[in-house]
């Protein structure tokens, strides 16, 4: 089945600086690869995601590039902001199943500083 | 407002108790899932229903049921079988995508499991 490897597993930035959160996968076949974002108590929510027939995808401040040769796809925040503090999940699932294939990464817990 | 409401949002329970996590949503979504977080692990998917009166078993069923009797509610029920049931257990929602494959899922706030 699919592995997804995420990394950092914790990141500090200083505010305004960018950040970028790593993901691995190993299933070739995979060609969806969503952001979550999970505030302090509260559950996951979508931010981005990409399919494998795009490089990169950007919505304001946040951007996701997807490199499916060497099968890893990255999460780029840039000017960061405080409310940016959270941990953030990657995922990756085929087209050939639905959610219950879908297999997240480990989490990167970012903190922003003030 | 449309979303997911999971309670309660903190539960103790003592060793060989069975506990039930509510589930329910009002986005008519047909699909939903129940996902367990322990730290430094990423969600695994525990049960998922598809449509009112099935459901299937994810990755980490075991000492886990569910019921699917409304298209609203998904509740589960942690069992005495569960040998390690101590985490956060979140509910999930979504909707038919326009094509195959995965789309987005909607969540709920969590609930965090304790056993004394």
């Known amino acids: 089945g699919e592995n997804v490897e995420q990394h950092p597993s914790t990141l500090s930035v200083q505010e305004g600086d960018s950040a970028v959160i790593k993901c691995t996968y190993s299933?070739?076949?995979?060609?969806?690869f969503p952001w979550y974002k999970q505030e302090l108590g509260k559950g996951p929510q979508l931010i981005i995601d990409?399919?494998?027939?795009?490089g990169e995808k950007k919505d304001q401040r946040i951007a996701v590039t997807l490199n499916k040769t060497a099968k890893h796809f990255s999460l780029h925040i840039t000017e960061t902001q405080p409310e940016d503090s959270a941990v953030y999940f990657c995922?990756?699932?085929?087209?050939?199943?639905?959610?219950?294939?879908?297999?997240f990464g480990t989490g990167t817990r970012l903190t922003i500083i003030p | 407002d449309g979303g997911i409401t999971q309670s309660p949002k903190y539960l103790f329970r003592k060793e060989g108790q069975n506990v039930t996590l509510s589930c329910e949503q009002n986005l008519n979504h047909d699909a939903m899932y129940w996902y367990r977080q322990d730290p430094g692990q990423g969600l695994r998917l525990i049960y998922y229903s598809q449509i009112v009166n099935d459901f299937q078993k994810g990755d980490i069923a075991e000492g886990y049921s569910v019921s699917r009797e409304k298209k609203e509610s998904f509740p589960l029920t942690v069992t005495s079988a569960q040998k390690n049931p101590t985490a956060f257990y979140l509910c999930a929602s979504s909707a038919p995508g326009q094509g195959s494959g995965a789309n987005v899922l909607t969540f709920g706030a969590g609930s965090r499991l304790t056993v004394l």
């Open positions: 299933d070739s076949a995979s060609n969806y």
């Open positions: 995922a990756a699932s085929s087209s050939r199943f639905g959610n219950e294939k879908l297999t």
């Open positions: 990409i399919r494998s027939n795009v």
